[in-house]
């Protein structure tokens, strides 16, 4: 297990810092007033570039999506600033009715955080919500134009403050923790050309029109991940919680949902284009944009490559577990007394 642990932390390029003093976790209340007094987002509104999120805090976050199912959840984020980084520190999930497509925070959710931040800073934890996080079942990381008014809330009433966004079938299919980071641009501002460019995502049919409409209007900060000394105890609780739901999952009937979804949204890709194709007098290169990225065509064949690696994934770490299992089992009958 401690072999898997290492092996999530790798793949997350999760990195341990300072050690001896675990620097990240050290809060200055008189250093973040300064902070919060000369307010350098005001100036450039991409102040903010980098996010580091502790273990503790992305796995917290991973298990409260995963546990939503196909319907969205949400909660916040404690941490501190320093210069152009949020440093998150911790996470814990909010009490808000969720539907496949959207979060509602009520009065009661609103009451449960002034009472969860009050209870830490009575036993000495100053940190401050920095920040939301919220679930994209199988849509992947970007945000809506809910989820920018929402952060347009926050960051005019509670600025600086940060939208995460955690995909929690993608992470399931991938191995991979799949999460984004954002921050919303003051209103009626128009940011650079080619200014906070995206990697290119695979988004479903149904949301394209809700992503194009609103991509202008966010930008996307690198992450990173920590751990340090003081995280090692609860890293194991969590992980041998977050160990015993993936042991007992197989990626294939876990998301076989999700993956239908996929496949019959990857077809109607394909049907587009070929009508694409097949009307326009270019061929191929119908749908080539400026500079040649991304035509129709290539975007199709990524979004397959991407759902069939994901199968693949899924068929193999089926196999491995049959076969330790199936060994096990094996083993257990041959020394079992007759």
């Given at each position: 297990?401690?072999?898997?642990?290492?092996?999530?932390?790798?793949?997350?390029?999760?990195?341990?810092?300072?050690?001896h003093?675990?620097?990240l976790?050290?809060?200055?209340?008189a250093?973040?007033?300064?902070?919060?007094d000369?307010?350098?987002w005001?100036?450039?509104?991409?102040h903010?570039?980098?996010?580091?999120i502790?273990a503790?805090?992305?796995l917290?976050?991973?298990?409260?999506?995963?546990?939503?199912?196909?319907?969205?959840?949400?909660?916040?984020?404690?941490?501190?600033i320093?210069?152009?980084?949020?440093?998150?520190?911790?996470?814990f999930?909010?009490?808000?009715?969720?539907?496949?497509?959207r979060?509602?925070?009520?009065?009661?959710?609103?009451?449960?955080?002034?009472?969860?931040?009050?209870?830490?800073?009575?036993?000495?934890?100053?940190?401050?919500?920095?920040?939301w996080?919220?679930?994209?079942p199988?849509?992947?990381?970007?945000?809506?134009?809910?989820?920018?008014?929402?952060?347009?809330?926050?960051?005019?009433?509670?600025?600086?403050?940060?939208?995460?966004v955690?995909?929690?079938?993608?992470?399931?299919?991938?191995?991979?923790?799949?999460?984004?980071?954002?921050?919303?641009?003051?209103?009626?501002?128009?940011?650079?050309?080619?200014?906070?460019?995206?990697?290119?995502?695979?988004?479903?049919?149904?949301?394209?029109e809700?992503?194009?409409?609103?991509?202008?209007?966010?930008?996307?900060?690198e992450i990173?991940?920590?751990?340090?000394?003081?995280d090692t105890?609860?890293?194991e609780?969590?992980?041998?919680?977050?160990?015993?739901?993936?042991?007992?999952?197989?990626?294939?009937?876990?998301?076989?949902?999700?993956s239908?979804k996929?496949?019959?949204?990857?077809s109607?890709?394909?049907?587009?284009?070929?009508?694409?194709?097949?009307?326009?007098?270019?061929?191929?290169?119908?749908?080539?944009?400026?500079?040649?990225?991304?035509?129709?065509?290539e975007?199709v064949?990524?979004?397959?490559?991407?759902?069939?690696?994901?199968?693949?994934?899924?068929?193999?770490?089926?196999?491995?577990?049959?076969?330790?299992?199936?060994?096990?089992?094996?083993?257990?009958n041959?020394?079992?007394?007759?």
């Amino acid at each position: 297990m401690d072999a898997i642990q290492r092996a999530w932390e790798l793949e997350n390029s999760v990195k341990l810092v300072d050690p001896h003093r675990d620097a990240l976790y050290n809060y200055d209340a008189a250093e973040q007033k300064v902070i919060q007094d000369e307010k350098p987002w005001k100036k450039d509104p991409n102040h903010f570039k980098n996010v580091r999120i502790s273990a503790v805090a992305l796995l917290k976050m991973v298990m409260h999506a995963r546990s939503g199912g196909s319907l969205e959840v949400m909660g916040l984020m404690q941490g501190k600033i320093a210069g152009d980084t949020f440093i998150v520190t911790d996470a814990f999930p909010l009490p808000v009715e969720g539907t496949e497509t959207r979060v509602n925070a009520s009065e009661e959710a609103n009451e449960y955080v002034v009472q969860y931040l009050q209870l830490c800073r009575d036993n000495g934890r100053l940190d401050n919500a920095v920040g939301w996080y919220h679930s994209h079942p199988g849509y992947g990381c970007w945000l809506s134009g809910i989820d920018v008014t929402t952060q347009m809330t926050q960051q005019t009433f509670q600025d600086p403050f940060l939208a995460v966004v955690i995909d929690p079938d993608r992470t399931i299919s991938a191995g991979k923790v799949e999460i984004g980071a954002f921050r919303t641009y003051p209103e009626n501002y128009k940011p650079a050309a080619g200014h906070g460019g995206e990697d290119y995502q695979s988004i479903p049919l149904a949301k394209i029109e809700d992503f194009g409409a609103h991509a202008s209007q966010y930008y996307s900060l690198e992450i990173s991940h920590y751990k340090s000394s003081l995280d090692t105890h609860l890293l194991e609780l969590l992980w041998n919680k977050y160990w015993v739901s993936t042991l007992s999952q197989n990626p294939l009937f876990t998301n076989r949902d999700y993956s239908t979804k996929q496949i019959m949204d990857l077809s109607q890709k394909i049907r587009i284009a070929e009508k694409a194709v097949s009307t326009n007098s270019r061929g191929p290169h119908m749908a080539t944009r400026p500079g040649g990225k991304d035509t129709q065509l290539e975007k199709v064949v990524r979004d397959g490559s991407k759902i069939a690696g994901e199968e693949v994934i899924g068929l193999l770490a089926g196999e491995v577990k049959g076969k330790l299992f199936s060994q096990i089992e094996v083993k257990e009958n041959e020394i079992a007394p007759t």
